[in-house]
């Protein structure tokens, strides 16, 4: 798999309950950021967790981060219909310097009102 | 709150052709990033710039392209001669140097070449 695989590819539930993302990458990271993109706009950024942090919490939002097994998780609790989106992981190696990120494919989140 | 700008939203061209496309970054950012997304594909990083030099950049990023901040406000990407596949959602990003090292990121410029 490559850098920054997400899964599931698409993940639909009811408005209301949890969503889960998962997210698993190869190389050694500094970071590892989440981004929220709705059909057809820009890149919103969510939450950054580093490589030295275990979980962080941002509202109805929680990243976990394994560094061991190379993954991280995503949960949306108490879903609204405006969660739907396309949800991307981006992990900055740790090279240093002005690194870009990379992108995994994306989990596509559809909330069923 | 401050924000990246991209202009144009969408721009339509014809294969060969040159296209600028014009970001302005967040004021006091110090890096900037250019990035694609073809449709129903992942975001792929194509070059990074600090200290009006390129720092980065991916196997993407070939002779056609290139960068520039040409007055100290905007950040510019320029493919010489188009091809179809260019066609994509082109993301311009910033970042101020610190320890939180978020990218800000555009609403994107949709390239359609044809």
């Known amino acids: 798999s490559q850098q920054g695989e997400e899964d599931p590819q698409a993940l639909s539930i009811q408005e209301g309950e949890n969503a889960t993302m998962n997210c698993s990458y190869k190389?050694?990271?500094?970071?590892l950021q989440w981004y929220r993109q709705n059909s057809g706009r820009g890149l919103v950024h969510l939450i950054l967790?580093?490589?030295?942090?275990r979980e962080k919490h941002s509202g109805r939002l929680r990243v976990t981060l394994d560094t061991s097994k190379k993954s991280s998780s995503l949960l949306i609790t108490a879903s609204r219909a405006a969660d739907t989106a396309s949800y991307f992981c981006a992990t900055k190696g740790s090279g240093g310097g002005a690194d870009g990120l990379t992108f995994g494919k994306g989990t596509h989140l559809i909330i069923q009102p | 709150e401050p924000e990246v700008t991209q202009t144009p939203s969408h721009q339509v061209t014809q294969m060969g052709q040159e296209v600028i496309l014009r970001c302005v970054p967040i004021?006091?950012?110090?890096?900037f990033y250019w990035y694609r997304q073809i449709l129903g594909q992942k975001v792929e990083f194509l070059v990074s710039?600090?200290?009006?030099?390129?720092?980065?950049k991916s196997e993407i990023f070939d002779d056609q392209f290139s960068v520039e901040r040409p007055d100290g406000s905007n950040f510019t990407l320029k493919i010489r001669s188009t091809k179809l596949e260019d066609s994509a959602m082109y993301f311009c990003?910033?970042?101020?140097?610190?320890?939180?090292?978020?990218?800000?990121f555009g609403a994107g410029t949709r390239l359609s070449v044809l």
């Open positions: 967790i580093r490589s030295n942090e």
């Open positions: 990003a910033s970042l101020l140097r610190g320890p939180l090292n978020i990218q800000y």
């Open positions: 004021s006091n950012h110090l890096y």
């Open positions: 190389t050694s990271i500094n970071n």
């Open positions: 710039f600090y200290n009006n030099e390129i720092s980065e």
